[in-house]
């Protein structure tokens, strides 16, 4: 199953951050595009299926570091 978040950010440049630092991100495997605006980024990742998944929350934290939240 495929899961798909949107964050919004303040600017174009935290947008731009939060994408760069998934580029390099060791917890999981997902891919990351701006739009709307280009202060909006919507990633997907494909759901493991294994137990308690942890990437949806680890992506909430890593978004409220480049002042972003869920849209």
């Known amino acids: 199953m ?5 964050y919004q ?3 174009h440049t935290h947008a ?3 994408i760069n630092e ?3 991100w060791s917890k999981h495997e997902v891919k990351a595009k701006l739009f709307k605006h ?3 980024v919507k990633v997907s990742y ?3 299926g294994k ?3 942890y990437t949806a929350s680890d992506l ?3 978004a409220t570091q480049y002042n972003g939240a869920e849209s």
């Open 16 to 18: 731009e951050r939060f």
């Open 22 to 24: 998934l580029t390099h």
């Open 2 to 6: 495929i899961i798909s978040i949107s």
């Open 9 to 11: 950010f303040p600017t």
């Open 51 to 53: 137990g308690f998944d």
């Open 38 to 40: 280009r202060t909006q």
């Open 46 to 48: 494909e759901l493991e």
């Open 60 to 62: 909430d934290d890593l």
